[in-house]
């Protein structure tokens, strides 16, 4: 069953290996990288008809070596890191250290990590109507990543989503904000839809 979770693991030290750095040394831009490299190398893996969930599950010895590719380094990291920016880095920091507390020295499980992100977020977004495992699980649960698309009808915007290359009906919770004409302030990430 562990072996089922190991992006647990394996994407947060993934995050954190160019987080850290990029906050000593932001003039490297260590963190713009990742989303140059990395995202494009979990995307490329995951857009496959034969990829599987960063919570695919398997007891066959031979399979344990396959899972040790960019679904559970790349995508896990890339997924948290949306959910990092989502939630703001200091709320996603106080979840993680909730977390690690916690957990410390014993086996985790998915929810582990989202009930103490969930603790996090309540604490400082107390008005939310966030369920962040039910979020967090429609991306660590299924294979593949969406496609967005953004139409705009009159003087409304239509979003809609299908999975890149294979569309099998997924459904992923997708954090958007969004600035207009009258809201130009780009460094607002806390989702609006």
């Not at 989502?86 to 989202?114: C, Q, S, W």
Request: with cysteine.
């Amino acid at each position: 069953m562990w072996w089922s979770y190991i992006w647990l693991n394996e994407g947060i030290a993934t995050l954190y290996d160019v987080y850290i750095p990029s906050l000593l040394f932001p003039e490297y831009d260590f963190m713009e990288r990742f989303v140059a490299i990395s995202m494009p190398q979990a995307f490329r893996l995951d857009a496959l008809s034969t990829t599987w969930s960063m919570n695919h599950y398997t007891e066959i010895p031979s399979e344990l070596w396959t899972k040790f590719n960019s679904i559970v380094y790349e995508k896990a990291a890339c997924v948290l890191r949306m959910f990092q920016e989502a939630m703001t880095i200091p709320t996603f920091t106080e979840g993680l250290r909730h977390y690690f507390n916690k957990m410390n020295f014993t086996a985790a499980v998915p929810e582990d990590l989202y009930e103490s992100l969930q603790f996090a977020y309540d604490a400082d977004f107390p008005a939310n109507d966030w369920h962040i495992g039910r979020l967090f699980d429609m991306w660590a649960s299924q294979a593949g990543y969406p496609m967005i698309s953004i139409e705009r009808v009159a003087n409304r915007f239509l979003l809609t989503q299908k999975r890149h290359r294979v569309n099998n009906g997924e459904i992923y919770a997708v954090p958007v904000t969004f600035a207009t004409k009258t809201s130009k302030n780009f460094d607002e990430k806390t989702p609006k839809v």
